[in-house]
């Protein structure tokens, strides 16, 4: 893919995730990346929304290493490239503090998998990482983040989990490219308070049964999806 | 009825929900009925609400076959036709998966009447329909949904309660018209989220007595309503 | 007081009301009264805020005879009436089923004062009435409603506390004149807002203490008051 | 620093306040501080947003004599000379009556820092006052609360917690000039907001371990700060 169709895309994606409501002062990152060149288009740091420009997107290498761009990258580029290293399939990773999300994270609790809203977007509850260790804030932090949620994964496929909790933090998404990162930030903020309330309304609440699960997952995604007009959806 | 008209009143009705906040993404689905020809218009499957057009609408028989529109029409269709056939008096379905209500639908419980404002649309608690079975949601998911419902209305008359919520799921409506449908599930929202914080408020809440109920029910509705401009309201 | 004025007057008064999004839907309404001739300007009738201009405000005298106007007066007329005549000093009533307050009505509880923002504006709590009687309802619904709210007021100063919630209903609000209903309605959404997060944070809370509610009621009220611009504030 | 300058400042830092949403009716104010000068530019007492002009804000000196400006300044303002007077180091002083952070401060709790959100702004929990006394009420109640909020500080570095929520009342938050002490409320209202839902899905949370808190705050504060664009941040 061309490199500066990559950054506008980034770009994009980022303008979409501030326009959605879901980040507040210059929270928030969005990042996509070509595999063939092996190169992360992320947004630089601390740079408020309104004033960035799809020139201001900083190129990276997987090791980290700023290839273009006259600014620094978002502090949480290691979090987005431990991502890409281990979930070879993604093409876009986003992250928020979205009010609901975070504070599903906050309390150190997977959201369980209530309805069929929650099971149109993610085969089962969004998993919740452990706490990060007092070593791995000290050495090195983001890199860290960013294992922690690979070993959430370790029995949970990131195909059809898009998303993850990281505790005490926030959600980090992931998809195709980075407008989908984006879209899935957006369904898990949706079903993170649809989750608030109905727990509210009703404590004793656990997951639907599989078969509810399943029907709604694979009735938007995989080969014998019907959702939608394409006869096979992703 | 002319069917361009049907059609046209149709698109309106989905933009009305779009446009009430009630529906995300490609969320929600209205549809109409014209009952001479026994013909309904319903919202094409997975399309943006941005992107519709009039022309879109899908026209479908009662069976389902598809009887004019290049799309497919929503997966939820079939619910939306078990509804035309057991509730012969209705002319439009909405669904959403708007927050308030699927809170109560996740947490799998009837909404109260609480007050009032909950009586002046809907006469009693909103249903909520049981969770369900493996068999139906393998069988014919969409159809059985819709029968689900009606199963929850063998005492409930479908005149007075214009609702309902479908366990782990999601609210229906309906009404004389697309319109209508639209406008109760707005309604329905409303009450969802003021009953949910007045539970917070006191946890040991019941229905309001009947005579309350009837009187701003029967004052809006029926042939003695004597609320708004006509001598004998809906 | 010119009544073309008194019209023009509550008419705006409704408007605002429709824009603070207290309301949805055709509900809530909003009443001034001439006090020289006797005369109550109120909305008619489930008519959309939209739609309304000032010539449709109705002109009914204290026993609820329409004096001027093609459409009928709010249903709740009575209601208002009812205030005008008990509790001479006020000009104008406001009548939401605005979110929060609803939810403490339904709930059955006044509002604590938990704050200064509360004092603010009412000297205590925001009291609740009982639930109106099954013979009230049937004999004269909107009359017994405004008896209910004067009942409540037995040992409570109208002029110090502006609001009141019907049980099982929601809030009735007044003031010197239209407009001012219209404030206090939205000033009483915001505590009743804050009032619900609050107890949800640390249930056992009650009302702040006296010397504090006096503080911040009489500086911005009364003889003494030094909040704002005037030498002695309303 | 020039007066028209710094008055220019403050009535944008209000106006920012107004547009934020954090502010209804007349409630909040901001101030700014001429050290060189020890004059203070502050909002005027009860004037509506909308209204408000460069011109409107007004100068008194640390002693709350009014050096310049037709109007009142607001009633809080011998709280801000006491914060000025007390926190040498900070320009400007917000108060606001937002509805989570004074739901926390109605509640009479300290906002406990359940996740990086809240560490990125604010070096550990949100401190909440004692209730002021009643001899404190009567003698002379803005500056008892500035004294109030300097107490809760005497463990407290003002320079890395810039935010103090007054028990009964609400929020109070500062910077090293108005901006900033506005920004400090915007992100003060969004923690306030994410630890309330966060205490409602797991009520048994206490603060995250001082490692996570160090790490955040200080990546983004103090001389090793690496988010951002400059070497080094404050």
């Known amino acids: 893919m061309n490199l500066l169709k990559l950054k506008k895309e980034v770009y994009k994606a980022n303008i979409k995730l501030y326009l959605s409501g879901l980040v ?41 290493n700023k290839v273009e761009g006259k600014l620094n990258p978002s502090s949480d580029t290691k979090t987005h490239l431990e991502l890409y290293k281990n979930f070879s399939g993604i093409g876009g990773v986003a992250h928020t503090h979205s009010i609901y999300a975070t504070a599903w994270a906050q309390a150190k609790k997977a959201i369980p998998c209530l309805g069929t809203t929650h099971a149109d977007f993610f085969y089962g509850e969004i998993p919740c990482t452990r706490v990060i260790s007092d070593r791995c804030i000290i050495e090195d932090y983001e890199l860290e983040t960013g294992k922690l949620i690979v070993d959430a994964f370790k029995s949970v496929d990131y195909h059809y989990m898009k998303a993850v909790l990281i505790a005490c933090h926030g959600p980090f998404c992931w998809g195709e490219n980075a407008e989908e990162s984006v879209k899935i930030s957006i369904a898990l903020e949706e079903i993170a308070k649809i989750a608030l309330y109905s727990i509210i309304i009703n404590p004793q609440l656990g997951n639907i049964k599989k078969s509810l699960l399943e029907k709604h997952y694979l009735r938007k995604h995989g080969k014998d999806a019907y959702y939608g007009q394409e006869k096979s959806n992703k």
């Open 24 to 64: 507040t002062s210059t929270f928030g990152n969005v990042s996509g990346i070509d595999r063939e060149k092996s190169l992360v288009a992320i947004k630089p740091s601390g740079v408020a929304y309104k004033k960035l420009t799809y020139k201001d997107i900083v190129l990276v290498d997987l090791e980290g």
